[in-house]
């Protein structure tokens, strides 16, 4: 079958921002609006279980009026396929963001118009730089209370350091908010009313300041301004095209179309970022803001191709994203539910068909293509095969996980690695019942699989299953998907910190592991040395030996062992970090050497050196922010010190003040209670993950023994 749509009228997009910013509900209005559905669903109307949202359809989600996993649907809008995914903005879900950015050709960054750019806003910001995926702004909420346009444009720029093109300027805030000037067309578009099919009226740009006055001054003032915001525009937009801005400057005159595509230019390479306004909830700017998708968002390979990398991650290429190449996907996620498993999949090049067999190259098995299906949410539809720029779910993949590579079998190459979260805090989890043991197991094994963010350990020695995640929600809906998914009850312990260990000095180390028993016996020496390294730069092994002083069949049996046993150092048994261990040399015998005499001398060899080391306990350190009434920030700031943190940054946010800071994660349990009772029920606080950083030596003793407890 030929292709049924050429690429450039694909989009592949994210919505992503701050918790509760309104993706859902944007989401909501786009499938309303593309014809997807007839009826709108709004966020807050699920929590009686009833209803839901097309996106937000896991029983967690509507009970909480949150998302927590990112859920993908299809819908075309003038001619345009869109496919789109609604994010998570709790911190504890970023994964969820993380593989979406990664599998996505643009993102539309949602603004809550009162709040502005807020954490999650910044972190979700910084994971497109990384990922290198082109935005557009779009700051909702303009009717609530508060809203404050400029006050989110200043954040956009300076805060996320963002080139912020002004698109739209809104008509109004809070309940005077009837619409918004569109300065690329040069007119503005009033809505009658707030129902989902008010029609809006078109006013020349040359009208809005005589028909329209404002009661809040700076709404007011942008009215003043329109001309000249216009120039702005049409001037930075033209500088992404030598000959039209000279055009421009000599006669003043420029071309419509010429405008949106320099816009165009200007956004798909990121050199611009068109900010756009209006409310979903009121369902004001939801048709222009998909008209800004399909004018300034790229298509599949627009931006570039797909990197591919060799085995430690150096790009050696890139792909074009072509039918007629050959296949490259990526599985970005894989879920077990009603269907069975699904790998949601990304094809960057070539054609995929149902009964293909493929490769997964980052495990070095063959995959058979079963079934393809389109996802919508929760529902899926068979499809036969997938192109080049398509996103789609194969059904029963057998050994394919989360950030694998899949390829043809004649063309097999790596394609760039996803980076995942690191898990910081850990329960002990319990089955309730004797007979709930082993299915918890599965279970847990289950969903371990399905979020790279969540990881389980059971301790051989006394049986205990741990579970390590990103924080206290994500642990405690993790528990609670287990019993209504999956039937399976269970205890969850006290929430501990995931602290990590590393190297205190150089050491230099000789083991020999010498066993005689009966007949033949077992022999192997090591000489190493361990060497701390920097943060983030993860452990290294180096081969050093010459001359045959180890045979090489033996050498990997060393590093599997020092690697394995890096898992648990020896302060109290955290993972050990970022250190060097080179092999320099080391001793055989002809007979009683073997591959696992060398792995005991490895394990040995590592576990004496870090005790030698004067290792390190290294903890958990949190970005905080918390926002309050300005009269509670002192307490706030001195409870902060008490608890270890250090403050970076305080000042105000519309009506409420801020504070930014860093605190250790071991401080922290149970902030929210601290944080409702010392600001009246009105603080709020967000924290993430940011470093580890070394627990001052006076206190490891006191922390070890607080979290044996
Ligand atoms: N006043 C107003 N409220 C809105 C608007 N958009 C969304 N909301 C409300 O804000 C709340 C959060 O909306 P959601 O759409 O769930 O936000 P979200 O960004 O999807 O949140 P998470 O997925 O949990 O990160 C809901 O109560 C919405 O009704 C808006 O334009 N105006
Ligand atoms: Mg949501």
């Given at each position: 079958m030929a292709r049924q749509k050429e690429l450039a009228l694909y989009r592949n997009i994210g919505i992503i921002a701050?918790?509760?910013?309104g993706k859902t509900t944007t989401t909501e209005r786009v499938l309303y609006y593309t014809g997807r559905k007839h009826q709108i669903i709004d966020v807050h109307d699920t929590k009686d279980g009833k209803s839901s949202t097309t996106t937000d359809y896991l029983e967690q989600e509507k009970k909480r009026g949150i998302t927590i996993q990112s859920a993908a649907v299809s819908t075309e809008w003038k001619g345009y396929h869109i496919n789109l995914i609604d994010t998570p903005g709790?911190?504890?879900?970023t994964i969820e963001v993380n593989r979406s950015l990664r599998v996505l050709d643009g993102a539309v960054v949602v603004f809550d118009g009162v709040a502005g750019v807020e954490p999650q806003t910044e972190t979700n910001w910084r994971l497109a730089d990384q990922y290198n995926v082109p935005r557009m702004c779009y700051v909702n909420?303009?009717?609530?209370?508060?809203?404050?346009f400029a006050h989110c444009v200043k954040g956009i720029r300076e805060r996320l350091g963002a080139n912020a093109l002004l698109c739209q300027i809104p008509l109004?805030?809070?309940?005077?908010?009837?619409g918004m000037v569109d300065l690329v067309a040069g007119a503005a578009y009033v809505w009658q009313?707030?129902?989902?099919?008010s029609e809006w009226e078109v006013v020349p740009l040359d009208q809005v300041r005589a028909r329209f006055k404002f009661t809040v001054t700076r709404d007011d003032e942008w009215m003043d301004r329109l001309p000249q915001l216009r120039k702005e525009l049409i001037e930075s937009a033209l500088a992404m095209d030598d000959d039209a801005f000279m055009h421009y400057v000599e006669t003043g005159e420029f071309d419509q179309m010429k405008l949106k595509e320099c816009i165009r230019i200007g956004a798909v390479s990121g050199k611009l970022i068109p900010v756009l306004c209006g409310s979903s909830f009121k369902n004001k700017g939801v048709q222009q803001l998909l008209d800004a998708v399909v004018d300034y968002l790229p298509y599949p390979g627009e931006n570039g191709g797909i990197s591919m990398v060799d085995l430690d991650g150096n790009i050696i290429g890139k792909q074009e994203v072509?039918?007629?190449?050959?296949v490259r996907a990526l599985a970005f996620k894989v879920i077990n539910d009603q269907f069975g498993t699904l790998t949601f999949t990304r094809i960057y090049s070539g054609v995929i068909k149902k009964g293909d067999t493929m490769m997964n190259v980052t495990r070095g098995k063959k995959e058979r293509v079963g079934r393809i299906v389109e996802v919508q949410a929760n529902t899926t539809k068979d499809i036969d095969e997938v192109r080049a720029g398509d996103i789609c779910a194969f059904v029963s993949m057998k050994d394919t996980e989360t950030g694998d590579s899949l390829t043809d079998l004649q063309h097999p190459v790596l394609l760039e690695r996803m980076r995942f979260p690191d898990p910081v805090i850990s329960v002990s989890v319990e089955a309730k019942t004797r007979d709930d043991i082993d299915k918890m197991s599965a279970a847990l094994y289950k969903m371990a699989k399905a979020d790279p963010s969540l990881r389980l350990n059971v301790?051989?020695?006394?049986g205990e299953t741990v579970l390590r995640g990103m924080g206290e929600l994500h642990l405690e809906i993790t528990i609670d998907r287990m019993r209504s998914e999956l039937g399976v009850e269970a205890n969850m312990g006290k929430p501990k910190v995931s602290f990590r260990e590393a190297f205190g000095n150089r050491v230099d180390h000789i083991y020999t592991h010498k066993k005689q028993t009966g007949g033949s016996g077992q022999y192997a020496e090591v000489k190493m040395v361990f060497e701390p390294g920097e943060p983030g730069t993860g452990v290294v092994f180096v081969d050093e030996v010459v001359?045959?002083?180890?045979?090489?069949?033996f050498i990997p049996s060393v590093e599997f062992a020092v690697k394995t046993e890096?898992?648990?150092?020896?302060?109290?048994?955290y993972e050990v970090l970022d250190f060097k261990a080179r092999l320099i040399d080391g001793k055989y015998h002809?007979?009683?050497?073997?591959a696992l005499a060398f792995e005991i001398a490895g394990r040995h060899c590592f576990r004496e050196a870090h005790r030698m080391s004067k290792p390190r306990l290294l903890e958990p350190m949190m970005r905080i922010e918390v926002v309050t009434e300005s009269e509670f920030l002192g307490d706030v700031i001195g409870d902060m010190n008490r608890r270890r943190g250090q403050v970076t940054d305080q000042g105000t946010k519309g009506m409420q003040a801020f504070v930014h800071g860093f605190v250790p994660?071991?401080?922290?349990?149970g902030y929210i209670n601290y944080l409702r009772s010392a600001t009246r029920g009105r603080g709020t606080f967000t924290m993430e993950f940011n470093n580890y950083s070394e627990v001052p030596a006076g206190l490891v003793d006191k922390l070890m023994e607080k979290e044996a407890k």
């Open positions: 701050h918790i509760d910013a709790h911190v504890d879900f909420k303009m009717d609530r209370i508060g809203a404050n109004g805030s809070q309940d005077e908010f009837v009313s707030s129902d989902k099919d072509r039918d007629d190449a050959p301790d051989p020695e006394t001359g045959g002083r180890i045979p090489r069949e890096s898992r648990a150092g020896q302060i109290a048994g002809d007979v009683d050497s073997s994660l071991a401080e922290m349990f």
